[in-house]
């Protein structure tokens, strides 16, 4: 035990007592964090107007287009669009919303042409000519016959990139064309909005005590942790290899074996990174925690954390439960695969494999968000090397009967043994081979040996 010990603390101090890991674990939250501000930063800087020209040789659909391009009518429209969208507003997502709004109906200046007597060549070669010389800096070319089936309206720009403005002007011109239309046919617009108006349906789910729970939150929730997991196992799982390679390559594993015995040292070095992994997991958890935390009081997020699906200290329990198992599973593998190959560019081609089955876990969590109770998620959530990730994920979507829950981590305890077993006996042999990658049969020929 004192061996094992001490082989868990040197691999643990070896990996969180690098400048890299202090690193990563400082920059994780800094990255989270960015991506969360640096966005609606980028967002938020106003560009110059876009000064535009519209040429309609109908003279009915410009008046329209020029009025639901107005400040007045993109605000409200804007307004309108975040309140359908949300249920509850705060005051300081009110604000935001209208500054928003704001800065995307300023971003038109309309420019007057007058294109009397000028063949449609003759009009875009003058305003190509005023968009080169950076007089206007974008017009709409309409054919007069708008309602025709072959009807093509042509937006050109100079700010190519400007995909806010494009997509303000295509719908714009879009209700323009449309009342027009309406208005020819001589229906009441107004009536038929009233009509038209879409229903507001607020989608939850029930959990197994007939609580409330609201998708999109659970969905988000759920994607999450199913993530995270997924990232941290497969993180430390190539942790796990590159150690193991790096000892074949340096040639200290004859040292190691005449101090400690092989499956001492191999189980030593899964606990001591796999406890570096809970610490860099906790740090990253509790970060985001105060991140969020802060986050939802600056910017009033109470509607939204109602919305929250509930997470109780038993849930965290299992979580950790099946990280735990995760990572012995898949770190056996990539241990295996570590003593099997003699450079880490082999053991990322071999541990493709183990990648790929790590990812079809975390894509199962979209069939367990689904449906929590069908076949397929039961199966999913009990199988070792897909309980890891889909089980937690399931417990959050829907807690599962605990019977279900002791098989899964019955199952993938005995998934862990036999792995580790395995894992040993091929390391045992492998880590002392140099200059060539073991074959199958010779792997095989090493399990068999007693």
Request: glycine share 6%.
């Amino acid at each position: 035990m004192r061996k094992f010990l001490a082989v868990v603390k040197h691999e643990y101090k070896k990996i969180v007592y690098k400048w890299t890991f202090l690193l990563g674990t400082v920059l994780f939250p800094l990255i989270a964090a960015g991506f969360a501000v640096i966005p609606a930063i980028i967002f938020s800087i106003k560009g110059e107007p876009t000064r535009i020209v519209i040429v309609d040789p109908s003279t009915r659909i410009a008046p329209r287009l020029r009025a639901n391009l107005s400040a007045e009518n993109i605000k409200a429209k804007g307004e309108q669009a975040v309140k359908d969208s949300q249920v509850d507003i705060t005051s300081s997502q009110n604000d935001r919303m209208k500054e928003s709004a704001k800065a995307a109906a300023e971003g038109f200046i309309f420019v007057d042409y007058s294109a009397a007597g000028k063949t449609s060549d003759e009009i875009r070669a003058d305003l190509t000519k005023k968009a080169v010389a950076d007089e206007i800096d974008a017009y709409l070319l309409m054919p007069e016959k708008y309602d025709a089936d072959d009807a093509k309206f042509e937006f050109l720009s100079r700010k190519a990139g400007d995909f806010v403005a494009g997509d303000l002007v295509k719908d714009a011109l879009n209700d323009a064309v449309r009342s027009q239309r309406l208005a020819d046919a001589k229906i009441d617009e107004a009536t038929l909005k009233v009509l038209s108006k879409r229903v507001d349906l607020d989608t939850k789910s029930i959990d197994e005590k007939g609580q409330e729970k609201n998708s999109d939150m659970l969905l988000a929730a759920s994607f999450v942790i199913g993530l995270m997991i997924y990232i941290t196992l497969a993180i430390y799982g190539q942790v796990i290899m590159g150690a193991v390679v790096e000892e074949k390559e340096t040639r200290i594993a004859e040292i190691l074996f005449s101090s400690a015995r092989p499956f001492e040292l191999m189980l030593g070095k899964l606990v001591g990174v796999g406890l570096a992994g809970l610490t860099q997991m906790s740090i990253w958890i509790f970060s985001l925690l105060g991140i969020f935390a802060f986050a939802a009081v600056q910017a009033d997020l109470s509607p939204m954390l109602k919305g929250m699906p509930p997470i109780t200290p038993l849930m965290v329990v299992y979580f950790l439960v099946f990280f735990l198992l995760g990572y012995f599973i898949y770190a056996s593998f990539y241990a295996l695969i570590g003593s099997m190959v003699t450079t880490v560019q082999e053991g990322g081609q071999f541990s493709l494999p183990v990648t790929m089955t790590l990812l079809a876990s975390f894509y199962f969590c979209f069939a367990v968000i689904r449906d929590p109770n069908s076949s397929l998620s039961f199966w999913v959530s009990i199988s070792p090397f897909f309980a890891p990730i889909t089980m937690p994920v399931r417990i959050l979507a829907e807690t599962p009967p605990f019977w279900q829950i002791a098989l899964s981590v019955s199952l993938n305890l005995v998934a862990i043994a036999g792995l580790v077993w395995l894992a040993a006996r091929v390391y045992r042999v492998g880590m002392l081979m140099y200059g060539k990658r073991a074959t199958i049969p010779e792997v095989w020929k090493w399990i068999r040996q007693a």
